[in-house]
């Protein structure tokens, strides 16, 4: 079928062989980035790929990005402070590209640490990582893009498709302190909270992230991007809840990884599969209503929306609607037209977001 038109990243494993000059033969696996926004499920669908290629790969469940973990390999202040604040490209995007291909060794180091004395002929096949949309500057991502094609890394859009469930999420998460739950017992009081909102803040955030949706998907999935064809796929939470392994299956393909082979048995190379374990529960099944106390000033401000519309239905409901179709969702509600006015700053939350609220509805 004259193959992928899309090369695997290739790269050579690093590990203390290097120092006495046999390696042996270079090792090709494909890598790959999951760009999503916080509460999307993209922690399910990492715990879940990790799981799947224990023994055969590896995906970073924590965040390369996030403060504490540019920490702990030693980053400094005044790196940190450049690549996540300075104006100046020039001086930044080296810093990001850095981080990135450490993301990569590590999990490389992991792999090598875990299997090279067990199966010493294992292989990885695939590899990747979650990036957030307000780790990385527009400017930045462009240069990513750019970056992952001639590179050969692929990258994974993880969206949710209803803005107004996420963000009741993330209130729901920055009120508790709890990001995931893998027992029952661990979610049983955070199903029975009943939020006090703010409509508007719920509206600011929820135009927010369908703004930075629709530039992100347009900057990869458009036409003029430079990634070529078959290194971009598209996913939705409310699929990935729904189809389960089914739709990670399909990620499995789409990395060029036999998902019959990576089928996350319980031990491999006779190691534990602890990647299973890390795989987190959700943590409501109850309808917006049921979970918000001054539900009709919230139901209010989104009067006539398609979130309000999915809301009725529960969380996770599924309207199995095509790309094209939850990319037509990317607006902003009434009354802005267009997404100007949420793209003034050039990263996802603008510094100047409490400037908005004498202009909120």
């Not at 996540?84 to 990001?96: E, H, N, Q, R």
């Not at 139901?299 to 309207?319: D, I, R, T, V």
Request: hydrophobic share 40%; charged share 25%; with cysteine.
């Amino acid at each position: 079928e004259g193959g992928s038109p899309f090369p695997a990243a290739r790269v050579t494993m690093r590990a203390p062989c290097m120092e006495a000059g046999d390696c042996g033969t270079p090792v090709a696996y494909q890598k790959f980035i999951i760009l999503t926004s916080q509460r999307s499920g993209s922690t399910y669908l990492v715990s879940a790929l990790a799981s799947r290629l224990f023994g055969m790969g590896g995906a970073l469940v924590d965040e390369p990005f996030l403060r504490d973990q540019l920490e702990a390999v030693g980053w400094e202040e005044e790196e940190m402070a450049t690549m996540f604040a300075s104006p100046d490209l020039a001086k930044s995007w080296p810093l990001v590209r850095q981080r990135v291909k450490e993301a990569f060794s590590e999990i490389e180091r992991d792999f090598k640490r875990q299997f090279s004395r067990r199966a010493p002929d294992a292989r990885m096949q695939a590899a990747g990582f979650k990036l957030m949309m307000n780790q990385i500057s527009r400017p930045q991502f462009r240069e990513l893009v750019a970056y992952c094609a001639e590179e050969g890394i692929k990258i994974i859009q993880l969206v949710r498709i209803n803005g107004l469930e996420q963000v009741l999420s993330m209130e729901t998460m920055a009120r508790s302190g709890v990001y995931h739950v893998h027992s029952e017992d661990e979610a049983a009081g955070l199903r029975q909270a009943r939020l006090q909102l703010t409509p508007q803040h719920l509206w600011f955030g929820y135009n927010n992230l369908n703004c930075n949706h629709a530039w992100f998907y347009n900057a990869m999935a458009r036409a003029g991007s430079p990634l070529p064809r078959g290194a971009y796929k598209f996913l939705t939470y409310e699929e990935l809840v729904s189809r389960g392994k089914a739709a990670v299956d399909e990620v499995l393909d789409f990395l060029g990884v036999d998902q019959a082979l990576a089928e996350g048995a319980d031990k491999v190379f006779g190691k534990k599969n602890e990647a299973k374990e890390r795989v987190p529960l959700k943590i409501n099944s109850r309808r917006c209503s049921q979970r918000v106390a001054n539900w009709p000033a919230v139901a209010a401000q989104f009067e006539g929306s398609l979130a309000l519309e999915h809301c009725h239905h529960g969380p996770g409901y599924w309207p199995n609607l095509t790309e094209a179709e939850v990319v037509a969702t990317f607006k902003p509600l009434p009354p802005f037209e267009d997404c100007s006015r949420f793209l003034e700053c050039p990263t996802m939350y603008c510094a100047g977001k409490r400037n908005w609220e004498d202009k909120l509805p």
